[in-house]
């Protein structure tokens, strides 16, 4: 493929001009696409097109196996790298308005640079033939770290206005809410650039090249949020997990034959999920009270796979938000529902977003197979035919991938049930985003090391580097019991780099596990050298929540809502 058509593959209405000289924007302008010029003045636009390019060629190989047309300096690369990197600051700073250079002519390397990779005597070259010349693929090395470095002190949950990049990112997404999923103006025609947290620290990927952003292929739609819930404490770097593996007992009857079969073979057929909804405010609240008398603060609630309806999900959440008067934790739950003639699998969260009470959904990416093993282990075989396989009755969305970052550093994915094991589009995102925390709802047997979801699990502490937490339904690993197994209260599992998976038990008459993690900074490496202290997530402890744990008589909502309050505005939880 030809360089110029490559471009144009992300910017089709570009003019790839004659003009030689790189003539940079220094006028902020959102959205430009037929400008090369100005194209080229938006860093991650630069940042895709090279990202791009590299994964195509392959040539990422060369900073370890250089040739003997590149070879990468250490040192010498390095210093170029933060060069063009101050001088990308330095044309932020006047597209924000902030500060204006005497003469454009000033960012003498980032021009040179750009020169040498979009030059248009290149735009007739084949791509491979450029990245065997030397100065094509140095600049085109250095253009992409140079960006992947601007982007290092990005915060987006604590914006500062003194940061000039920050500040055109937020003037950015005010006036485009796409940028809350690709930082580039490209559209996302053939991908987004988003952020990027953990470096995996083995093998040789392209995900070993950057620190801060990576791009995401467009069968993923990338999401970012912010989370603005005000941290308390003293710890500011602890961050404590309530699982609540509701239901405590699912029954046979739940799972049904759909109305409207599957269009295949007899031997295949598809089933709803339909449990009781419950709504249980007072087990809520006392799981609650009961976890911050244990550890004083919670960050997150969360619900297995389908523990939920949207409509109960809502009001945990309204209750959750008016208890602590717009400052409260986050709550993630699997959601079930109707949405004729399909049922509905979702995972929701919900957060204290920029403006308030944000929530957002992503669907479940894959569809459940029971086969006969699965149906007897279950104890399901009064509900669904154990001689026939049986498919889950939902529809499959577009491929979504949320990260929550939070003003202390956690970069938390959401998965649901098999998003945590194929190896498909959705599991190649979470390895190019990196989050330190990946939370994989599950409605399945125990949680157990040897089982499927310990084993995915430790590949993704392995590479990108993430801690995975897998939580199930204890009505699930009490019916697990079909195949010889003892009833199992091993409703969560967890794993983090370059530890051993853990079992996670709730204890009889528990109301839920609480969960309590801190964040470590740790080094990572990128290829070329760069290393960063970065946020990692390891357990300090897990206990079960009792209902004696909430240390209160009278267990009425509105003597609970009471209660919590005054412990709430105690700890200073209520702004």
């Given amino acids: 493929m030809k360089f110029g058509q490559f471009i144009k593959n992300y910017f089709p209405e570009s003019e790839l001009t004659t003009q030689e000289n790189i003539t940079l924007s220094e006028t902020w302008g959102n959205g430009t696409k037929k400008d090369l010029n100005k194209i080229l003045s938006w860093p991650p636009n630069v940042f895709i097109i090279v990202y791009s ?48 250079t005497s003469s454009i002519s000033s960012y003498i390397n980032l021009k040179y640079a750009l020169g040498e990779v979009f030059n248009p005597h290149n735009f007739d070259i084949g791509i491979y ?21 601007l982007f290092s002190d990005v915060d987006i949950c604590n914006y500062k206005l003194e940061n000039r990049l920050q500040l055109l990112l937020l003037m950015r997404q005010t006036f485009a809410i796409k940028q809350r999923k690709n930082l ?16 995996p620290q083995t093998g040789l990927t392209l995900n070993n090249l950057t620190h801060s952003l990576t791009c995401i292929k467009p069968s993923v739609l ?18 404590n997990i309530l699982f609540l593996p509701w239901p405590f007992e699912i029954e046979s009857d739940s799972f049904k034959p759909a109305t409207d079969q599957i269009k295949m073979d007899g031997y295949f057929g598809s089933f709803d999920y339909r449990p009781d909804d419950k709504y249980e405010p007072s087990k809520f609240l006392q799981a609650i009270l009961a976890t911050l008398h244990r550890c004083g603060t919670i960050d997150l609630i969360i619900f297995p796979e389908c523990a939920l309806s949207d409509k109960t999900f809502n009001k945990y959440m309204i209750l959750l938000h008016n208890l602590f008067d717009g400052n409260a934790p986050s709550i993630l739950s699997g959601t079930f529902g109707n949405a004729d003639p399909v049922s509905t699998n979702k995972a929701k969260l919900s957060f204290v977003g920029e403006l308030g009470i944000d929530t957002i959904e992503q669907s479940k990416h894959h569809r459940w197979f029971l086969d006969e093993s699965q149906v007897r282990n279950y104890n399901l075989a009064s509900s669904l035919d154990p ?22 550093g956690v970069k938390l994915c959401p998965l649901i049930c098999e998003d945590l094991a194929r190896q498909e589009p959705v599991a190649q995102a ?11 709802l599950l409605l399945d047997g125990p949680q157990l090391d040897f089982r499927w979801p310990g084993k995915y699990s ?42 051993r998976a853990e079992t996670l038990k709730i204890e009889d008459d528990g109301l839920g596990i609480v969960v309590e993690l801190e964040l470590k900074d740790e080094p990572m490496w990128t290829l070329d050298g760069r290393k960063k202290v970065k946020p990692v997530l390891r357990k300090k402890k897990h206990t079960t ?15 609970l809502q009471t209660e919590l309050r005054k412990i709430i505005k105690k700890s200073g939880g209520i702004k």
């Avoid at 999401?223 to 961050?239: M, R």
């Avoid at 590479?463 to 079909?482: E, F, I, N, Q």
Wanted: aromatic share 8%; net charge positive.
């Fill in 53 to 100: 390019l590299l994964e195509y060629t392959d040539k990422y190989r060369l900073m370890v196996s250089p040739q003997p047309h590149f070879t990468w300096d250490y040192q010498k690369d390095n210093v170029s790298v933060q060069f063009i990197t101050t001088e990308w600051l330095a044309l932020i700073s006047a597209q924000s308005g902030q500060k204006r």
């Fill in 545 to 559: 929540v009792l209902p004696r744990d909430a240390n209160i008589s009278n267990i009425s909502v509105s003597n």
């Fill in 222 to 239: 990338p999401e970012v949020v912010a989370n603005k819930h005000l941290k308390q404490g003293y710890n500011k770097k602890s961050y």
């Fill in 458 to 499: 430790a590949v993704l502490s392995d590479d990108p580097g993430s801690s995975v937490l897998s939580v199930t339904a204890l009505g699930m690993t009490l019916r697990a019991t079909g195949l010889g197994h003892p009833p199992s209260r091993e409703v969560a599992l967890w794993s983090e780099p370059g530890g």
């Fill in 387 to 408: 001689g026939r396989k049986w498919w889950e009755n939902i529809a499959i969305d577009r491929r979504h991938l949320v990260t929550l970052h939070t003003s202390n």
């Fill in 184 to 199: 580039a103006d490209n559209d996302c025609k053939l991908g987004f650039v988003t952020y990027k947290t953990s470096v």
């Fill in 129 to 149: 033939d450029l990245m065997n010349t030397s100065k094509f693929a140095k600049c085109a090395m250095h253009l992409l770290l140079s960006v992947d470095e």
């Fill in 430 to 440: 979470v390895r190019s985003v990196g989050p330190n925390l990946v939370i994989s």
